[in-house]
């Protein structure tokens, strides 16, 4: 188990001696979904920080796979990976001071306060009127008592809840959707996955599934005249592997 996804992508690039400044975005995006896949069949809660993390990678790997590319004021092109690396950088600064920290507070925890302990004890009880309060119970008492409680129950009731919604979609997944359909039509248009895939989710993994195959070259895409629509077909040369991807 690991402190947080930094923790994870730190392991990761450390295990593989990758360059932290020039992070394979694909490899280690598909090492982190693995992980995250390995929890779920463990029936393990994902963390809320793992999810973002991963759409955070999902984001940058997308960002790489398109050929436009943002640029600052100066007119350099922005590395999509630049924010990540940063992130990364800090917390390797902060965990490597762990083991000194570490250090120091078992060292503290050995030492021992000079004192009284039973005197001192016997302060903090007067101080707080233990005795007092048992002796003076009364109903007015008891009943502040449970407003308090109440109060403390409402406020916990109406801060606010983040729920996490988890949708049936992966890459992979929706690689395979789109393959079988044009494997099976020969061809088929962008406007038919949607409307096999209405919802908003359903769109973006589908979109990506198509960025990913066109990376791996397993498909081509037509685009037509004056139609905010595109054709895909597979890849010339590439239907045995795509045969054997759907078989495994």
Known sequence: MFEGPFDLLLFFIERDELDIHDIPIFQITNEFMGYIRQLEQLNIEVASDFILTAATLMRIKAKMLLPRTEKDEEGNEIDPRQELVQH?????????AVPALSEMEDLRLAQENRGNIHDELQVIANANNFEYELQDLNLYRIMRVFEKVMNRYAEEQNRPKHTVIQYPYTIEGQREVIL???????????????????????????????????QLNLIGIEVGDGFNDFTITIAEGQAAQVTQLLVE
């Open 88 to 96: 990364l950088l800090e917390y390797k600064k902060y965990k490597s």
């Open 180 to 214: 079988n359909m044009v494997t099976q039509r020969q061809r088929t248009t962008f406007s038919e996955v949607i409307k096999a895939f209405p919802d908003k989710i359903g769109m973006i993994f589908n979109f990506l599934a198509i960025l990913d195959m066109l």
